[in-house]
């Protein structure tokens, strides 16, 4: 279950923190393609950290693995590392790993592996996240899952 709380007031010098930030920590992973992140989520198992390690080999930057803090500021969602963790990830059988990681990045849409697209062109769905919408895409079967993910990251995708 995510840890939901809300943020502490920054000391008067500091103009990073907000009084109205919320955040949540989720068991996710989190890469970001050219400062885009995307928020890999699914069930223990489901391949949340290969997936980001396949995006990664394709140039995504990894912003957090495993868990990741998610926080809302004015209408925005972005995502960080616990501080633990950051700059590791792990891979299943090789153990855990050093990565260069980006230590935060505005979510642009979501992936749940724990639910498979049937269909062939989706219809666009979308997940909120306190109080946020963002573009959700469930986990497709294909051979080029990395590489049509990478190219959605970049580019977007066609009406």
Known sequence: MPTRRPSRSAPASSSACRSDRVEEVLHASTVAVEGRGLLILGPSGSGKSALALELMAFGAELVADDRTIVTAEEGALFAAA????????????????????????????????????????????????????????????????????FAYMRSGRRS
């Open 82 to 149: 616990p501080a633990a963790i950051a700059g590791m990830i792990e891979a299943r059988y090789i153990g855990l790993l050093n990565a260069p990681a980006r230590p935060r990045a505005r979510i642009f849409a979501a992936m749940d592996l724990g639910r498979v697209e049937e269909e062939r062109l989706p219809p666009r769905r979308k997940l909120t996240l306190l109080g946020a919408d963002l573009p959700l895409l469930h986990k497709p079967v294909t051979g080029h899952f990395a590489a049509a993910t």
